[in-house]
């Protein structure tokens, strides 16, 4: 089993910047694709940016130019450097661990480090 664990959420101005943090339990080979995803207050999770092992990166419109997603593989870490945010930034974000088994997807997913970001 994998486990996730975020860290570097909290309180934020707009315009300033938070990093967050996903810690995995165990090596993640680069089979996986390494995401973050959030949700707000009455709203449907969604994808903020994704990366493969390879370091091919992915970001919903919304964030990009202002957030980058990374990972350290030899400690076994994401991160998702947030830059210039918003107030509609504020949401849960949420690590994700994902890959393909055959025709079927295997998901690890942490529990979540709220963002607050204030105007």
């Known amino acids: 089993q994998v486990q996730l664990v975020e860290s570097g959420g909290g309180l934020a101005q707009a315009g300033g910047s938070l990093r967050l943090s996903c810690g995995a339990s165990?090596?993640?080979?680069?089979?996986?694709?390494m995401g973050w995803y959030r949700q707000a207050p009455g709203k449907q999770r969604e994808l903020v940016a994704d990366?493969?092992?390879?370091?091919?990166?992915n970001y919903v419109d919304h964030v990009k130019g202002r957030f980058t997603i990374s990972r350290d593989s030899a400690n076994n870490t994401l991160y998702l450097q947030m830059n210039s945010l918003k107030p509609e930034d504020t949401a849960v974000y949420y690590c994700?661990?994902?890959?393909?088994?055959?025709?079927?997807?295997?998901?690890?997913w942490g529990k979540g480090t709220l963002v607050t970001v204030s105007s």
């Open positions: 994700n661990a994902a890959r393909k088994i055959g025709i079927m997807t295997a998901n690890y």
């Open positions: 165990g090596s993640i080979s680069s089979n996986y694709v």
């Open positions: 990366i493969t092992g390879g370091g091919t990166t």
